[in-house]
Structures are given as C-alpha cells and as structure tokens.
C-alpha cells in the first residue's frame, strides 16, 4: 500500500467531520470517536509511528480547512478531540499487543524451564525469543532477600546493564518462583560471569549459582536445575561464596546419591559428639572450619574468634569422643566426609 493510500486509510472521513464542525459548531459524536479510536487501534495494529500519523492528521487540517466562515476555534476543538481520541485507540492496542508479548513469553519460558511442549515446538517459538536450542546453553539462576518479577526495578536494572554491555546476543533475562533467571549460549560464559556480578550487586547480596551447558531444548532445563540445587547445596554446606558454580560442587552430590549410606557414615564417625557438653554443633563446627583452614588450627582458631588453645582442646575432645584424631591424615578422609554429610543431612538439627 502506498504513503497516500495509507494516510486516507486512516483518515476515513476525518474531513467531513471538520466540514460539519465548521459549519454547525458542534462537538465529534460518540460514533465519530469510536470510529477515531478504531482506526488508531488499526494504526498500531499496522505498524505504523503514532507520530507520522499525527503528522498526517496535522497536514488533513490544512488541507481540508473550510474555507466559509466558521469558528476556527471550533475546528481546532474538533480537530483536538479527534486526534485525542485516534491516540488513545493506538494506544489501547499498543498496550494489548505488549501484554500479549508478555504472556506469550511467559508462557515460553515456563515451557521451557519445566521442559514442557513439544520440542520441534518449543526450539521454533525460541527463535522468536533469541535463543537457538540447537546449541548448547547454561542458566544461572540469583535468589536475593526477597522475590523478584519481571517488573520489579531489580530484574530491569540488571536487563539494562545485560544489554548494556553485550547488546543483541542472544541472553534471555527471566525470573522463576522470585528468582532472577539468565539463560546465555554455553560457550559465553562472561555472559553469566557479568550476570552473576550484576545481579549480586543490584539485590544487596544475592547469591548465584550456574549450571554446567547442555545441548538442546531439555539441556536448558537440566542446567537451571542444576543451577537449582546447587543454590540448595550451598545452603546446607553454608557456603561464603556469592558465586557457586555446578561444576566446582560436582563431589557432593556424588556423595550424597546414597543417603542412607551417608547417613550411616556421619552416625558411626560423628554420633558420639551428641553426648559433648554443649551437644554435637559446637564441635562439628569446628570440625568443619578447622578443615577448610587446611587443618591449621591457629587459621581456625581464627575464623572461630577462639584461642588456639580452646581448639585444639576440641579437637581432643573430638578424639577422645570418636575415637577418630582429626589430625591424622589416615583418619582425616573419613572424617571430613562425614562433616560433609551432616551438612548435606543437616545434621544434628534433623534426625537421620
């Protein structure tokens, strides 16, 4: 169609109402604002700038003055509530057409993280959202002090920044049950890295965690589960670290794939510590931190704000209790496996 078809498309009898304006005085009917509201709502179904429209109705004024007497502040009145109203029925369908947008990606990324739909399906509606799921991809999924949705000024700042930085790669940005969920080509990982950064710092402390790449349209949702319960595992290892990757944690679900045979392990090697003054916690703390200092007991003692004296007497006391010396290397796998594990079980707090 071209550029004067379409201005008279949309201008359907706009100039008989100034002619009638003109002549009468008059205010536009009902039916003529509906009619105004319509074609606005076409407009922008079309495709078409509101400001070329505008533009259009401005040069159909001129064009179509009337040339007997007549109020002209009448004909500007009516040429006001004409394109008043055209406007509003644009921009009624503009805000139809951005709700739409909005559920329809909704819509996918829930298929998409619950590996619902059709998979031939599901990778041709991807496109349409930046994503090609015939190539490997990775999730990283930040859960900050409160829940997050895709209007929260939170999720936008950190969109910003994305787009900001890498542009039109091809990133999806989405939040999940509250959670801030980025899924990026898994051979980028600066994507994630960046992600991780911004979201930590744009939700006062969050922490992220990342998914390993996977191929192909179930790949994604095996990488945000991961990512899932690598956030889970961080919890109960009570982990420091903002950033925790899949791939760094990979023993731990090793070991904890036989529950009960760990949960065995922890009774037998820690079980006794539940009859020390105090009950099991204090020691396995100390336990747990005087490994991660490289079983350096002044670096643990440290970290613990205790004297070096105070821990090595609860190491004693953990031999004594055990029959298991921390500071034997031959001893030391097991029992460090078992800490592991009541971390993992949460241990002494549940029952095992």
């Not at 500007?76 to 029925?89: K, S, T």
């Not at 349409?128 to 990283?140: D, E, I, W």
């Not at 899949?246 to 045979?261: F, I, S, T």
């Not at 065995?264 to 510590?273: C, E």
Request: net charge negative; glycine share 8%.
């Amino acid at each position: 169609m071209s550029e004067p078809d379409t201005a008279t498309r949309y201008l359907d009898g706009y100039a008989d109402i100034l002619a009638a304006v003109a002549a009468t005085g008059r205010r536009l009917s009902r039916n003529e604002l509906a009619t105004r509201r319509a074609l606005g709502e076409q407009a922008a179904e079309d495709g078409h700038s509101l400001r070329s429209l505008v533009r259009d109705h401005l040069a159909a004024t001129r064009a179509a003055w009337p040339g007997t007497a007549g109020s002209a502040d009448g004909v500007l009145a009516a040429v006001e509530q004409a394109v008043d109203a055209f406007a509003e029925g644009y921009e009624r369908a503009q805000r139809l057409a951005v709700r739409e947008e909005e559920a329809a990606r909704r819509e996918f990324i829930d298929d998409l993280l619950y590996g619902r739909s059709d998979l031939g399906r599901l990778a041709e509606r991807a496109e349409r959202f930046g994503l090609v799921l015939s190539h490997a991809h990775a999730v990283a999924v930040a859960e900050g002090p409160e829940a997050y949705d895709d209007t929260a000024p939170v999720t936008r700042q950190v969109e910003a920044a994305l787009i900001a930085r890498f542009g039109d790669r091809r990133i999806l940005l989405a939040t999940k049950n509250g959670q801030l969920v980025c899924i990026a080509p898994g051979d980028q990982d600066d994507v994630l890295t960046f992600f991780a950064k911004q979201a930590h710092a744009a939700t006062e402390g969050s922490r992220v965690a990342v998914g390993r790449p996977r191929p192909g349209a179930g790949g994604v949702v095996h990488s945000y589960e991961e990512a899932l319960g690598t956030l889970e595992l961080a919890d109960r290892l009570e982990l420091d670290e903002p950033v925790v990757r899949a791939a760094d944690l990979l023993v731990y679900p090793v070991l904890a794939r036989d529950r009960q045979a760990m949960a065995d392990l922890v009774l037998s090697a820690l079980g006794p510590l539940r009859h020390a003054r105090g009950g099991a916690e204090p020691l396995l703390r100390t336990l747990q931190v005087y490994f991660e200092a490289g079983c350096t007991a002044a670096e643990a003692a440290r970290r613990l704000a205790l004297s070096v004296r105070a821990v090595t007497y609860r190491l004693e006391r953990i031999h004594q209790l055990t029959g298991v010396n921390p500071a034997d290397p031959m001893h030391r796998y097991t029992l460090q496996t078992a800490v592991i594990g009541a971390r993992l079980l949460d241990w002494p707090a549940q029952e095992i």
